[in-house]
């Protein structure tokens, strides 16, 4: 305003001061005018890409399309994704992967959002230097959709154990017609190992020689080495949130199978542990990758013998020796952990790591079933910190007790039931007290009034001096001091219970 006279303020304020409807009005016009001139220019780019599509079918017809295919698919490709209605229908999620347009879409999502937010979650978790030697893009699009997990699970989310009892579905899209090979692998990077007192890597899931042209689709449903459910076990997951369906018959895996898929059972821990589940994707130099599977049986035969003798040697207790039962040669646990880690295993057959994604499991309440669907023991890990034996052997036996004692599995007990096991009263600590030197005289004063009456058999009934002097002013504990009664009343002279009381709670809370 000091840039403008006033004598043309008022028309200034004249022109700012338009009606709200009339500015409204102004807006939408200005919007409807923007909006029909980008559609023009969108249909006018379109036009051009329709013309250079007829060109290409033009030379499609007279036999000169062999090095313009890949162009022609790229402009038809580009067209479609220039349909408004083609986006709109691809966020509903509503769409046919298998159409170029709509797996173009799928792939630029993957490549802008999803690959970011798994580099960074390997990051987070370690997966970055413990299974992969560094920062690696993922050049082939995997994913991973275990029941009631959308797709989201191979991007760091945590999956509960039970949610893994079928093998996922599987989706893999290189991207080109070329018919590949690949190798998939399901590893735990943090399986505890007793021998070594460190983590292993432990192999649930092996398949090679894995035909992709384009994209494959390997269906999920897959656990060959589960045991039919017990009731006992039904009961356990019947507070589960989610408990997968067994499919009617077992889905064809494409490629061959070394290891069957064993779900994931991260065993009980203290303190918890999160396993990390890693999923890589390997491309092989050959159509078929050949593992030499039985070599590998006979090194965890004898290393299994090994172990028995220095086990033997040793006077090693029970809860520290290595139990390998039949469920667990079934499933040749051994030999699982001794063909990885993933390194040595690229490294070996000469691959290369084109996909990768991970997921998190941690023991919980309903673990326990999915190690009886397996038919192996279930360990515990974990130190007992700051207990003598003797209190260690005493928290088994109350253990052992309540087990038995359970009505049910106790993954079936409601919470009403849990809360009447668990009940309690709750632990009384003494206050804390400061120690002053009067506090440590009637202390000793009562070990000795105590020494006293048990050698006469009886309390003794203490008597005032002879010379006591009579105060002016009696205060309580002048008052209770200088009573003279019977044998066994309260005051007892000035040495008794309610003197001690009285001077206890006057010096309490001086350092005197």
Known sequence: MSHVSWRRAPALLRQTCVSTSFRRAYATVGA?????????????????????????????????????????????????????????????????LAKDVFASMHHRRWRSFLVPQLLKLEEEHRVIGDALPARIAPEVNFEVNFQNTNWLCPYGQPVPPVWTLYSPELIITTGDEKLRHFTIALVDLDRPELETQSYEEWCHWLVTDIPVQNRLVIPGGSSPLLQPASDSVQKSLAGATFVPSQPAQEPNIPGNVIFPYVPAHPPASNPRKVHRYFFAVLEQPEPSLKIDIESVKQQAIAMAEQLKKEEGKKDIPMWQKSVEGEGEKKLMVRERGLLFPTTKFIKQYGLELKGHGFFTAGWDIHTPAVFSRLGIHEPVYGKIVNQTPTETVRQLETATELAASLPAPLASLSTQALRSLNYAERPRVAPARLATQRGLEAEARRKKEAGAARKKGKQEVARPPAGLKKTPRLTALGAAAMVRTKDGDIAQGYKGELVRSVKDKRYRYKNV
């Open 32 to 96: 409807d005018r923007a909006y029909d001139l980008a559609l023009q220019v969108l249909e006018s780019e379109r036009n051009d890409v329709r013309t250079e599509i007829a060109e290409l079918e033009r030379l499609e017809k007279d036999g000169k399309i062999a090095e313009k295919e890949h162009s022609l698919t790229k402009k038809r490709v580009e067209l479609a994704y220039s349909d408004l209605a083609n986006h709109a229908a691809f966020a509903s999620g509503k769409v046919d």
